[in-house]
């Protein structure tokens, strides 16, 4: 059974500051996805990471996949309060014969303070 | 495109109660999905379907039906509700690749 692992689940931190978010997986996966949520709204794509060694950038976020480790992660630099938001990293063990869908981990709540 | 889109936004059930749950994309997509999300859990999937007539069981199935005769519509239905099924209800589309999924904007389903 594929599980997912993310930590901290919660982050308090200020603005300006950097931190990073951990996903650790179970199983051998061929994708690891990290999405977004506001409170009461659904989910936003951030990144798709597909293999090995896989970096991904948008503005202060950066996704990085190690999938000899198991292990993403999801760099914050200087943070700003529009980042406050919970986020999911989530791993779809896809094959090409369209089986199962994803296992997400249970969030990371982050607050951006002032 | 309007995207995935699902209905009610809200609903409150009775112990016991049947509703179904709708969902369509307009994207052409074979891939389809349902998952609830509930606090501290994150989102768990519940029934999948990789083409019209194709349904299938994922992790947290129970209490759930599934039909998919058609590309664009994958409702779900509650045949006799529970409070544990008490969640945040999502869809969820992409192509055959599943690169990349779209996700609706969410039922909330409270069952007293």
């Known amino acids: 059974e594929l599980k997912v692992e993310q930590n901290p689940l919660f982050l308090s931190m200020q603005e300006g500051k950097n931190y990073t978010i951990y996903c650790n997986y179970s199983?051998?996966?061929?994708?690891l996805y990290w999405y977004r949520q506001d409170p009461g709204k659904s989910l936003e794509s951030l990144f798709v990471?597909?293999?090995?060694?896989a970096v991904k950038q948008e503005g202060r976020l950066m996704a990085s996949l190690d999938t000899k480790a198991r292990l993403s992660t999801l760099h914050i630099t200087a943070a700003v309060h529009d980042l406050s938001a919970t986020y999911f990293c989530?791993?779809?063990?896809?094959?090409?014969?369209?089986?199962?869908?994803?296992?997400f981990g249970k969030g990371t709540h982050l607050i951006i303070q002032p | 495109n309007a995207g995935v889109t699902q209905t009610p936004k809200f609903q409150v059930l009775k112990t016991g109660q049947s509703m179904t749950l709708q969902c369509a994309q307009d994207?052409?997509?074979?891939?389809m999905s349902w998952y609830r999300q509930d606090p501290g859990m994150g989102l768990r999937l519940i029934h999948y379907?990789?083409?019209?007539?194709?349904?299938d069981q994922g992790e947290v199935p129970n209490g759930y039906n599934v039909s998919r005769s058609t590309t664009e519509d994958f409702p779900l239905r509650l045949l006799s509700a529970a409070p544990s099924q008490t969640s945040v209800y999502f869809c969820?589309?992409?192509?055959?690749?599943?690169?990349?999924?779209?996700f609706g904007p969410g039922t909330r389903l409270t069952v007293t």
């Open positions: 969820a589309s992409s192509d055959r690749t599943r690169l990349e999924q779209y």
């Open positions: 989530a791993v779809d063990t896809y094959s090409g014969g369209g089986a199962d869908g994803l296992t």
């Open positions: 379907s990789v083409g019209a007539g194709i349904t």
């Open positions: 990471l597909l293999s090995n060694g």
């Open positions: 199983t051998t996966s061929d994708r």
């Open positions: 994207m052409n997509h074979e891939y």
